[in-house]
């Protein structure tokens, strides 16, 4: 078995489990992205390796994953091992804010990650550093839905930010005006919560499992909060205070 990816499910197309759900967001923001055979990619904040060990596998893609967690590093370079791309990827203890690398890529592949990062904006404009010209930027993150207000947000938004351990959140237009003063051509925009919204129906069912109960209650007030962020994060997406947000951007 592959490792698990650690992102949102895109539920159409026939998703019937998680699982599946997250191989077709892979599928959704590849074709977005335009990957094709042997494209050099920099996945950020690569996880367990999932996405980059598929890129490599199914589109012959050369991958190099950073990720903070040297734990995930290693479960990344297994899995590669395991499914035989190992040749074809790369992974990396690295750290996205400081993050400096000699060669350039012909895509930078970003999903459920820069809402994690203190200064958003700042990555995105040097982010070009990554690229050859002509090179896109992939990103898929939680965002800020539009026209929400100090209540809305205080009630839905700010309880999720605490538990997912977000800084801060931006809406899709802000995020848009971040590339476009960077330079880069915007390809497309997309709002897929309606498709991914499913995530977190599931992520509810499993906090209400018995034994999960027990462990989230063993392991203190960090998994509590983040067991309210995962319930929160549900209503603050019906409730249209949170979006999934896509762009695809061209640097010049």
């Not at 367990?48 to 479960?75: D, F, N, Y």
């Not at 207000?149 to 999720?160: E, I, K, N, Q, S």
């Amino acid at each position: 078995m592959g490792a698990p990816h650690l992102h949102d499910g895109y539920y159409a197309n026939g998703a019937t489990s998680k699982e599946m759900a997250q191989a077709h967001l892979v599928d959704v923001l590849a074709s977005a992205a335009a990957v094709r055979k042997g494209m050099e990619v920099l996945d950020v904040g690569c996880g367990m390796g999932a996405t980059s060990v598929e890129l490599a596998k199914r589109w012959h893609c050369r991958t190099h994953g950073v990720t903070l967690s040297p734990v995930q590093v290693e479960i990344a370079r297994e899995l590669a091992l395991r499914q035989g791309v190992a040749e074809r990827t790369r992974f990396e203890v690295r750290d996205a804010e400081t993050l400096e690398l000699a060669r350039r890529f012909d895509l930078l592949w970003m999903v459920g990650v820069l809402g994690h990062l203190p200064d958003q904006a700042a990555f995105v404009a040097r982010s070009r550093c990554f690229l050859r010209p002509g090179g896109r930027f992939l990103l898929g993150d939680w965002m800020l839905g539009p026209d929400v207000g100090a209540t809305a947000r205080a009630r839905l938004v700010d309880p999720v930010l605490e538990g997912m351990l977000m800084p801060s959140i931006f809406g899709l237009a802000e995020t848009r005006d971040w590339f476009e003063a960077a330079g880069y051509r915007i390809l497309e925009t997309r709002d897929i919560t309606a498709e991914t919204a499913p995530t977190w129906d599931e992520g509810v069912a499993i906090t209400r499992v018995g034994a999960v109960v027990k462990l989230v209650q063993s392991l203190g007030h960090d998994a509590i909060r983040l067991v309210q962020a995962i319930r929160g994060m549900r209503k603050a997406m019906a409730e249209g205070a949170i979006v999934y947000g896509v762009v695809v951007a061209e640097a010049p």
